[in-house]
């Protein structure tokens, strides 16, 4: 029997607090405690606890919140840059010598503030070095000497094999790239992200002792809450006329530190993409698993109305076709009718932000659905849109390319030039907007199947080693991103990369022994 108007869970919170009170007056009076006094202590403790870890996410996106304003102030200010840059790697250093893991919150905190790492620069001479850059290698560099100190430095050898063989095959592309003649600067920027895999080695490390970690939870609560916010924000800046396109203050800032793209396409309406957006897609396919598998936490479905703003802000035919491929591979989580209503839901609600979106900026003039039909069309008719006949243009070129060098590749830095359709001006660009396509000028065919076949390599690794259910939400997320990359480098540029070091870590981490870690 239930109170009016509340749920079973809510009348047994209400009856277990009004026991405690009793047998707390009670044994108050008496001087006897027993283990009911404790377990009402106890339940008051997990209280608290929850109340500290909202507390906690506050916190976190005050933090969020005052870098973000803190570097907008500073753009034009390189010394105090650099002041700000030596003093978080220093903390960094101190943090990973004593507390690892600690060190490692401070690295996927940076991460998650988006962008690509220019919050602040370090400045030497002409030089300006991203502080994510550096943060990496100096935690990468201080990690292996700590654990080298204390004779921990094994990984299982399939998971060494992986970290190793995206490492060996961009070094040699390097070289490749030299002989060519690239760019020494182009082919260093090529290199770096690869490089980052090295991480796999720390984050396997640190996961395997604090999975249960509350902080891994609450940096990804705060990096929902956080890009979501800010998105809109900048959204609402350019549809009220606040910021404009070109401007020499926050548009400058938006793109040249958060590398972000802002354009009109009609209605009022702006395009707001982030290099950090590649994450929503495998996000929302993550929440939506957990409603399939029956997780009655309404913090998921409020997760996925929050991020249907960014995803629709960014508007990518990529991250579309991404999200469908994820959610068609969920069907093999054997929940035909939870699949079915949730993914009506998410396309019935994503849909309905778009539409709000586009009502509000054209002051009810239009709902949008005309550019919504020629977005989609456009991915069977590219003539329709800019950007899809730029990437129809610059397929032969792409393709003349890999002939030439079919198997070990170009090298990397490499480039392309091509006859833009717009302008028909002769353009040489290193943005291929073919995510395979630009792997193979690059690295060849065989280095191109060796990269690949590592990851396919973890998805076997993941259904052998972890729970059915786990090894599914996974291994759709990682299609999301497989399916992003025909169009888009999303595989081996920095966000991509280090999403991949958690990919590969999964089955080593969450394994069948281990049912309740945090994924």
């Known amino acids: 029997m239930t109170l009016a108007g509340q749920g079973p869970d809510e009348t047994g919170r ?31 403790a997990k209280n608290m606890l929850h109340l500290a870890k909202n507390k906690q996410i506050l916190i976190f996106l005050g933090v969020y919140t005052l870098i973000r304003v803190l570097s907008f102030n500073i753009i034009n200010a390189p010394h105090i840059q650099t002041l700000i840059a030596v003093l978080i ?9 004593r507390s690892p893991i600690h060190g490692w919150y401070i ?6 503030l988006g962008g690509t790492g220019h919050f602040v620069e370090l400045s030497i001479g002409s030089l300006s070095l991203a502080i994510r850059t550096i943060l990496i290698y100096s935690f990468i560099g201080t990690f292996f000497i700590k654990q080298y100190t204390q004779k921990n430095i094994r990984l299982p050898r399939p998971l060494l094999i992986t ?73 609402i800046l350019f549809a009220l006329g606040i910021a404009e396109p070109q401007d020499p203050t926050y548009y ?43 997780s009655k936490n309404k913090t998921n479905w409020i997760f996925l109305i929050l991020l249907s703003f960014p995803f629709m802000m960014n508007f990518s035919r990529g991250y579309m076709l991404g999200l469908a491929a ?67 243009t610059l397929l032969p070129p792409i393709i003349e390319k890999i002939k030439e060098h079919p198997f070990i590749g170009h090298g990397l830095g490499a480039s392309l030039t091509f006859t833009d359709p717009l302008t028909n001006t002769i353009v040489t660009t290193r943005q291929f907007d073919w995510g395979y396509l630009e792997l193979l000028v690059e690295l060849g065919f065989i280095g191109t199947l060796l990269f690949m076949g590592s990851i396919l390599y973890t998805i076997k ?27 888009a480098p999303a595989l081996f540029h920095t966000i991509g990369v280090l999403y991949l070091v958690y990919i590969h870590v999964t089955p080593y981490v969450f394994t069948k022994q281990d049912k309740n870690a945090i994924l």
């Open 461 to 487: 690794i993941m259904y052998k080693k972890m729970p059915y259910n786990k090894a599914t939400t996974v291994a759709a997320t990682l299609i999301s991103i497989l399916v992003i990359t025909i169009t």
């Open 14 to 44: 209400k009856s277990a607090n009004i026991t405690c009170l009793l047998w707390a007056s009670r044994e108050k009076l008496t001087k006897k405690y027993t283990t009911k006094t404790l377990f009402c202590q106890e339940g008051k």
């Open 163 to 235: 970290m190793l063989i995206p490492i060996i095959i961009s070094i040699y592309s390097a070289l490749v790239g030299l002989l060519h003649g690239h760019e020494t600067t182009a082919i260093i920027q090529d290199l770096i992200p690869y490089t980052f895999f090295l991480l796999i080695f720390p984050t396997y490390l640190l996961l395997k002792q604090y999975a249960h970690s509350k902080t891994i939870k609450t940096f990804f609560y705060t990096f929902i809450i956080g890009t979501s916010i800010f998105a809109i924000f900048t959204f």
């Open 107 to 112: 690295l996927i905190g940076e991460l998650l």
């Open 89 to 97: 790697v220093i903390t960094l250093i101190y943090t990973t010598l």
């Open 252 to 294: 400058r800032w938006f793109r040249d530190i958060i590398a972000g793209k802002v354009t009109p396409i009609g209605h009022n309406f702006f395009r707001i993409v982030e290099p950090i957006h590649l994450w929503l897609t495998p996000i929302i396919i993550y929440l939506a698993a957990n409603i399939i598998k029956g």
């Open 326 to 392: 994820g959610l068609l591979f969920l069907l093999l989580l054997k929940q035909p009718k939870k699949w079915l209503y949730t993914s009506l839901a998410i396309g019935i609600m994503f849909f309905s932000s778009f539409t709000l979106m586009h009502l509000t900026t054209s002051k009810g003039a239009s709902p949008g659905w005309d550019l919504f039909g020629i977005r989609i069309s456009s991915i069977v008719r590219p003539e329709t849109e800019v950007s899809a006949l730029t990437r129809k």
